[in-house]
């Protein structure tokens, strides 16, 4: 049974780092074929891809965030991380965590099980 | 122009067939893509649903019924969700989903009410 739990603080100030860590269970980030992305939904609003980290530590981030972004692993502890600098009131969203797999061998994987995702709201 | 353009709203009936389209931007050509589909209700988390790039190459998602398929019309440059038989559980949000340039591009999403 794979499991996915958003954890890290739920209010940061403008211009904060945010670091976001996602504890994950049934599946091992090591096994060929697999990854962990982020995805962030802001309130009443649609989903918006941040980062996905694959099983050999390849990365893949959005375009237009990428200069904040930093998504790590601990193979170990069954953990990824995010980090997001610079924060803006504009970054209030509830942030989710999902396992990753692809079926055709290409880096370009989607999303079968979510966290039940964390709110985060940015505001001094 | 966004690269994927979804209705915000449809209705339809409980027993009839809905179809939600997920337009692709001028200039990136439908068949090429794979096309995914996400269910989200009030919150909670998406679901996945399936995937859809032609009839030989579609997927469903595990314990997803049978009454959600895909489609696409390439005439429209669109991918299509097709919901037959519609429940009122069926009521969410839908989002459509490609990898496009490198990046994974959601949708904006489509509300669907069941009345």
């Known amino acids: 049974q794979i499991t996915l739990k958003e954890s890290g603080p739920t209010l940061v100030k403008p211009t904060q780092t945010l670091t976001l860590t996602c504890t994950f269970s049934?599946?091992?980030?090591?096994?060929?074929?697999?990854?962990v992305g982020w995805i962030r939904q802001p309130p009443g609003k649609a989903l918006e891809w941040l980062a996905l980290?694959?099983?050999?530590?390849?990365?893949r981030y959005s375009p237009s965030l990428k200069s904040r972004l930093t998504i790590t692993k601990d193979t170990s502890k069954n953990q990824v991380v995010l980090t997001m600098t610079n924060m803006d009131p504009v970054d209030t969203a509830t942030y989710y965590c999902?396992?990753?797999?692809?079926?055709?061998?290409?880096?370009?994987?989607?999303?079968?099980?979510w966290g039940q995702g964390t709110l985060v709201t940015v505001s001094s | 122009q966004a690269v994927l353009t979804q209705p915000a709203s449809l209705s339809a009936s409980p027993g009839a067939s809905a179809s939600l389209t997920c337009t692709l931007r001028?200039?990136?050509?439908?068949?090429?893509?794979?096309i995914y589909w996400y269910q989200q209700k009030p919150g909670s988390p998406p679901q996945y649903l399936l995937r859809?790039?032609?009839?030989?190459?579609?997927?469903?998602g595990s314990g997803v019924p049978s009454r959600f398929s895909g489609s696409k019309d390439a005439s429209a440059n669109a991918g299509i969700l097709l919901i037959s038989g519609l429940q009122s559980e069926d009521e969410a949000d839908y989002y459509c989903?490609?990898?496009?340039?490198?990046?994974?591009?959601f949708g904006g999403g489509t509300k669907l009410t069941v009345l």
């Open positions: 999902a396992h990753s797999r692809n079926d055709y061998g290409d880096y370009k994987y989607y999303f079968d099980y």
């Open positions: 049934g599946f091992s980030l090591s096994t060929s074929g697999v990854g």
């Open positions: 980290i694959y099983w050999d530590d390849d990365k």
């Open positions: 001028s200039g990136i050509n439908v068949g090429t893509y794979r």
């Open positions: 859809y790039k032609s009839d030989s190459d579609k997927q469903q």
């Open positions: 989903m490609i990898w496009h340039s490198s990046a994974v591009v």
